[in-house]
């Protein structure tokens, strides 16, 4: 048992670093983040003519985040789920905090993922707000190569910006725990380790 106990507390510890660099890069990048937008928008006149590339940077920032974020959110629903079949899931363990915060997880609306996701979907439309108001939309038509080829690369990263939003705030969770439950289940029994 002390072994279990062992790696029980190494895991959860490390559940709870990740959890802590998932918050500070959320901070961070809010400070940051809504410093260069106020200077940007202090200083809108003389940026009105990269405007376009302003915002594709700046998705580009908010997407690269979401994803780092989404990452570092597998990683514990993966830790978490593999505390659960290898040390929950034993005979007479006294653990049993990732089972039942599973099932809790499944009647709360709001956790770590949805709320940051929700945070950096206001930063995202803000930013697309602020192009759209600094924009001079008759650029687009004036058949400017360089022009069309910074509103491509501006669609395509907010497509891709908002792809990964909706995964953090409506998908992440669930289904990633249940599959990994699911395979390390398979592992376990392929170890011959049962319960």
Partial sequence: MNDIYKEFE????EIHE??????????SFMTIYSTAIFYTLAN?????????????????IIFGISLLYYYLAIGNIRKGSYIQVFIEEKKDSLFKWESRRSKFIQQQKLNLNNTSGIILFIY???TIIIIIMKFNLAKLFSLDKIIFAESILFTIITILT????????????NKER?????IWRTIRENEGDFI
């Fill in 10 to 13: 190494a895991l959860r510890t």
């Fill in 18 to 27: 990740w959890q802590k660099m998932r918050i500070y890069l959320l901070v």
């Fill in 44 to 60: 809108i006149e003389d940026y009105a003519d990269n405007i376009l590339p302003f915002g594709t940077i700046a998705l580009s």
């Fill in 124 to 126: 995202t439309i803000i």
């Fill in 162 to 173: 908002f792809v990964m939003l909706f995964r953090l705030i409506f998908d992440t969770g």
């Fill in 178 to 182: 249940d599959g990994f439950i699911e």
